[in-house]
């Protein structure tokens, strides 16, 4: 059959980057103009092309069929698919690519530095085009673990399993991907385009496909730059004649702050002025209407009916003059116009905000000073609106294209810890996001995670997240301390001067004297303050000494000590002055040393 082209309004043509939705492929920067006036509209010229596939016919059923997709989708039968043919039962062939000197060469840059994003790019395309399947299921696997923002990606990853045939794996992929990036609407646009020819066939598709539809508007229906979803769900349902659901989809759409919200209105306007208006809303609302065009005029000879025969004469509506169905249509329209009105304002208070956004997708280069102020801006306008739906979405929204900064993943955290107890899933769900995909090596937000899961009471957990960001990022003092800390406040004691042993065997041998000396000074406390053992305090400050001859703070240490005991430890306060005095310390050290050895004579010396 022919497939039935649905013009779907946007905002700009996007370039299939696998990056995001809105990257223009012209040369002008989207939005490059600030609309300082009342009337803030959306000027929508351009279209993409959404196909929306037609019912089969009968004789079609179990053979090859086209589905509507941004491109012509073809499933086949089971007996069909490519697997099954001979030409994939060459799996020797097929290993022998796996394992070729060309796919190693494309995998070694990335093996090298998994963050190198042109190496993965290569791979990528290397796969795609050499068709042997396990290589590019690991390749697109790995690159998605690291890169899960890329929308182009998951639509790539899905259209090759497609093309190989494998239905069920191609349906997985794309839930993958929508739970990586809900917010995506191309990638849900492209999603239920498959979807619509896939179950075109079935028995219930309509009802299935409208879930579908439902489930989308859900996920990212209040999102700014959601118009393409909603006007597909709308030229869906209008292809189907479903004109009371398509009403119904706009008394929604309407309310929602949206780029193209005047583009909207301006469709509403047309579908109304185009349908008889008993066909595009229910019963009851027609009533209603026509109750209230009388009180203010007469039209015709309606007036002068009882109030009993309205249903009547709205079943005969086909025979009204075209003065009456306009006024009616004006009616329909000038109830949603209020509502339109209300939502303008609410557009008007976004528009700077989202007019700044010049890179809403996500991207490995750094984003520009602005744009990062334009983010913060926008978050604490929005936050102090108070709207807890549309903050969520904005601060998803702005991890999008913010992926890789801490700073907007912990003012996330942070606002969902003032949420309350019932926020706790959604607080862990954004920690794991943050740590194990995007912030694997950033400690700030791990050693929050850690804290949060501590104070949870999930011990194991937060000595596996310190324990991982330690394994990727070593020799960090704080997460060393972290680490030892939580074994100290769990009791275990033993495991703690096991970790103060281990890290200063390994600072020892790095020969990082700052490092070393503080893990020194800390296992020194920790044994007389926490173990009650002076002296093997004290043996541990003298070691360190014996590395670090020249270390003003050792030797003040051993100073505290003997201050800490009871009483006062005179003679190893005495040895550990002379010892500073007798090193090779620069001579204002000296000088302080002797200053404060006077002083405590003067202070606690016996005679």
């Known amino acids: 059959g022919s497939e039935a082209i649905v013009d779907v309004p946007v905002e700009e043509k996007v370039l299939d980057n696998g990056f995001g939705e809105d990257e223009a492929i012209t040369n002008e920067e989207p939005n490059d103009t600030a609309e300082t006036k009342t009337d803030v509209e959306m000027k929508e010229k351009e279209t993409i092309e959404v196909p929306v596939a037609e019912e089969p016919p009968a004789e079609e059923v179990g053979k090859k069929r086209k589905l509507s997709a941004s491109e012509t989708l073809e499933i086949q039968a089971p007996s069909l698919a490519k697997e099954d043919t001979p030409e994939a039962e060459e799996k020797p062939a097929k290993k022998k690519k796996k394992d070729s000197p060309e796919l190693a060469k494309a995998w070694k840059p990335v093996k090298e530095d998994p963050t190198d994003f042109t190496g993965w790019t290569y791979l990528l395309q290397y796969v795609d085009q050499e068709g042997e399947l396990e290589s590019a299921r690991e390749a697109y696997d790995a690159f998605l673990s690291h890169y899960p923002y890329c929308y182009g990606y998951w639509k790539k990853y899905a259209d090759y399993e497609r093309r190989k045939g494998n239905v069920d794996v191609c349906d997985k992929v794309f839930e993958r991907g929508l739970k990586a990036i809900p917010l995506s609407v191309d990638l849900w646009v492209h999603y239920l385009t498959y979807f619509i020819g896939k179950v075109s066939m079935d028995e219930d598709a309509e009802q299935r496909v409208r879930e579908q539809f439902e489930r989308a508007i859900d996920t990212c229906g209040i999102e700014f730059r959601s118009s393409r979803l909603w006007e597909y769900y709308i030229k869906w349902e209008e292809e189907l004649k479903n004109f009371k659901r398509v009403t119904s989809l706009y008394d929604r759409l309407l309310r929602i702050p949206t780029q193209a919200y005047n583009t909207h209105f301006e469709n509403f306007q047309e579908f109304v002025n185009n349908r008889i208006p008993k066909e595009i809303l229910p019963m009851d609302d027609l009533v209603e209407l026509k109750k209230e065009m009388t009180k203010k005029t007469d039209v015709g000879e309606d007036s002068k009916k009882p109030p009993g025969v309205e249903e009547s004469d709205l079943a005969a509506m086909e025979s009204w003059s075209e003065e009456q169905l306009k006024a009616l249509r004006d009616k ?146 704080q997460v060393m301390y972290r680490r030892i800390n939580l074994e100290r406040r769990l009791g275990r004691l033993s495991e703690a001067e096991a970790l103060y042993k281990q890290y200063l065997d390994r600072l020892r041998a790095n020969s990082n004297s700052f490092m070393y000396t503080n893990m020194v000074i800390k296992y020194a406390r920790f044994c007389y303050k926490i173990l009650g053992d002076f002296q093997k305090g004290i043996d541990i400050v003298n070691e360190g000494i014996e590395k670090e001859k020249d270390s003003p703070r050792l030797y003040m240490q051993l100073v505290d000590i003997g201050m800490q005991r009871q009483p006062i430890d005179e003679t190893l306060i005495l040895l550990a002055f002379e010892k500073a005095l007798s090193s090779d310390m620069e001579y204002d050290q000296k000088l302080m040393f002797s200053q404060r050895k006077i002083e405590f004579l003067e202070d606690f010396g016996i005679n």
């Open 332 to 477: 329909i329209i000038e109830k949603r116009k209020k509502i339109h009105q209300a939502n303008e304002i609410e557009v008007s208070k976004r528009w700077a905000y989202e007019d700044g956004i010049k890179r809403p997708y996500f991207h490995v280069k750094p984003l520009e000073k602005g744009q990062l102020k334009n983010w913060q801006e926008y978050l604490d306008w929005e936050v102090s609106q108070g709207i807890d739906n549309r903050i969520h979405i904005l601060f998803e929204r702005c991890l999008i294209a913010c992926a890789l900064y801490e700073d907007f993943w912990m003012r996330y955290v942070y606002y969902l810890e003032t949420k309350g107890p019932e926020y706790e899933s959604q607080l862990r769900g954004v920690f794991e996001r943050a740590c194990t995909i995007h912030l694997k090596k950033k400690p700030n937000i791990h050693m929050k995670w850690a804290t949060f899961e501590e104070s949870k009471g999930d011990f194991i957990k937060a000595g596996e997240i310190l324990t991982q960001l330690e394994t990727l990022v070593p020799d960090l003092l």
